[in-house]
């Protein structure tokens, strides 16, 4: 086994060789045996054997084991963790008074702290904004657009961040305007001029 350093969510692959085939290999990270998973792959073909680690995450680090009769391989895997940042920020909109407008952005990892905030205030989930987080996509929805929603928008997410601003026009809309009924006249005042 070769120790192993990766970068947070890469696979992790280590290999080892036996002397006999159909040998059986126990496979153990940090002491603990690990069982075949969507996580931890372990394949046999002929005299070598694979552990295969997807979507590594800082956890996964630690020291690993092949045991096989009363040999034993260790190797170290080290999982450098992927930085807390905007992978697509939020970007200006123009809505119409009335709509509903959803900002969206994307981030790199699932967890991590997001707050949203309205011109610097922190905006919490209410049934005019909702905030939703769905893995690594991140949204605020506002409904019924006002002109008081007009304002610079910013997602933190740990310490960076992203703004947009957002710009609400009127409804377009036609003003009738009334003009007189010719069938009956308005008033007219004459002045008399000296």
């Not at 809505?95 to 205030?121: L, S």
Request: with cysteine.
């Amino acid at each position: 086994l070769e120790d192993l350093h990766v970068k947070e969510n890469e696979f992790a692959v280590f290999e080892c060789e036996v002397n006999k085939k159909n040998l059986p290999v126990d496979w153990f990270i940090n002491e603990i045996k690990i069982e075949p998973s969507s996580k931890h792959q372990i394949l046999a073909e002929g005299v070598v054997h694979r552990l295969s680690i997807n979507m590594t995450k800082p956890e996964d680090a630690g020291d690993v084991r092949a045991e096989f009769r009363k040999a034993v391989c260790t190797a170290k895997l080290t999982v450098e963790p992927l930085p807390y940042k905007f992978i697509a920020g939020l970007t200006d909109m123009v809505v119409i008074q009335g709509e509903t407008v959803t900002m969206k952005c994307k981030v790199t990892k699932e967890d991590g702290k997001v707050i949203w905030k309205k011109n610097g205030k922190q905006i919490k989930s209410n049934r005019k904004h909702e905030i939703q987080r769905d893995g690594t996509d991140l949204t605020l929805t506002l409904r019924d657009i006002t002109p008081e929603e007009q304002a610079e928008y910013t997602c933190q997410y740990e310490d960076d961040t992203s703004n947009c601003n957002l710009l609400v026009e009127g409804k377009s809309c036609v003003e009738h305007t009334k003009f007189p009924n010719p069938k009956h006249p308005i008033p007219t005042f004459l002045h008399r001029t000296r």
